[in-house]
């Protein structure tokens, strides 16, 4: 059974989309068989890897909200071992629909169950807010990435996330731990880049990725394209700062 | 009695914060007296203009919940002319609490009435979703101002906005129209943000501003000095931009 790990982060536009699609396509390429869920109901993953995806007939809203199994709504990349659960603007539904409903915040956890045995790793990405959809994925995932934007705002809510994580490990899921802060967007000319890199090793030391993902054009260029990284310039910084990721997940694994 | 402007799109880190705590100071810089109401759980805009705010002792979480009028809420910044309803994360409460009150998508609105006469214009900076929060600021607002990062996941995003921003007039406010397109974070030297940019003035004629927010790092180090750029960096370019903004939306507004 693999590990499930939501990317989540409440601070909007951090890289968490990014992360998300490039990781799972990395960790696939190494010949892992991987599952991204798509939670968010701006569909940014699922248009992220439109190119060679199938037209979807149900969505991550069938799975959480019961309707439909996750093999209904699975479907192949076009990366070689990824598939994902595509999503869209029903989602947005959910948050509302959720609210008073019986164990709301075990939905996904209780939908994936034994559903998710084949795949070696199950990526979640989470919408840029703290409500039912990110509460769903903190409750069936076994760790938490981060992805942190090296700016003020990105690091000033960090705090607010973290105690978050902290609240439905105590109430909700006992296990859950975090799988690494990630530095993105990272302009290592300025300084700010530079101070926040400082602040977040020295606060979370040992919970900070050595992998940083440089800011590259060539990262925002892709999902115009439908395509991954790995795809549309594999020779491009943004796309080795992924790969080398999946290589610190994977060493780190086999080396705990 | 003033225009009440919303600062929306449920696209993450596109850039509203930046627009409503600068464009704001701008505004107030032109002389005209300004509120600004954090409706962001993060409390981002708060934090944008922290240098010199006395401690808060009532929240827009109280303003919007009915338990505490404006004028407790309100506090002057160090920019003359400019007053804010600060945000803090209680305010993340009040997306769960509203989903079962009566006229919920009316409570800022009701609760602004009368109050906010003595401002020539309010902004209201949006957290990164389409929720009850955006929901309260785009019922009680004239207009709508969409700061639109220059990337795909951005522009992909604009067309639902547009609809929810339709739904909301027809069903919930009948005079709700577009401030303006805001293309933020221009990097001119790639061609993804001229292919953006084309395509919102050839999608959204007429409706894009012809002030564009170039990138520029001064706006993202300002913040983290608790100041707005006009007070951090009054000669860079991303401060000549948000006066701009403020030029062309006064004399837009003195020339029908
Ligand atoms: N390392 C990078 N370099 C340059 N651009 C990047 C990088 N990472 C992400 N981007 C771009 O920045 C924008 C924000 O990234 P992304 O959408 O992945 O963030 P997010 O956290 O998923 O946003 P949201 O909060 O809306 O879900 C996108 O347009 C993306 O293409
Ligand atoms: N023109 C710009 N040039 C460089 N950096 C910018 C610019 N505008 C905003 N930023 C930075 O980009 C990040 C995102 O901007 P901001 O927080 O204002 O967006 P937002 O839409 O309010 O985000 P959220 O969706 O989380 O509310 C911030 O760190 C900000 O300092
Ligand atoms: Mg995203
Ligand atoms: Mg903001």
Known sequence: MGRI?????????????????????????????????DLDPQGNATSGLADGLATPSATSYHVLTGLKPPSDAVLPAKQPGLWIIPANRDLAAAEVE??????????????????VAAWEYVFVDCPPSLGMLTVNALVCADTVLVPL???????????????TIRRVRQRLNPALSIEGILLTM????????HQ????????FPGEVFA?????????????????????????SRGCQAYVDLAQEILVREANP
């Open 5 to 37: 790990i939501a990317i989540a982060n409440q601070k909007g536009g951090v890289g968490k989309t990014t992360t998300a699609v490039n990781l799972a396509v990395s960790m696939a390429a190494n010949g892992k068989p991987i599952l991204l869920i």
């Open 98 to 115: 959720l609210v008073n409903v019986e164990r709301r915040e075990f939905r996904l956890r209780d939908a994936l169950r034994d559903a």
């Open 149 to 163: 934007q090296a700016e003020y705002y990105a690091l000033e809510g960090l705090a607010h996330l973290m105690n």
């Open 186 to 193: 990272v302009d290592s000319r300025t300084n700010l880049a």
């Open 196 to 203: 926040v890199e400082q602040e977040v090793r020295k606060h």
């Open 211 to 235: 992998t940083t993902v440089p800011r590259s054009v060539k990262l925002s260029e892709a999902p115009s394209f439908g395509k991954p990284i790995l795809h549309y310039d594999p020779h």
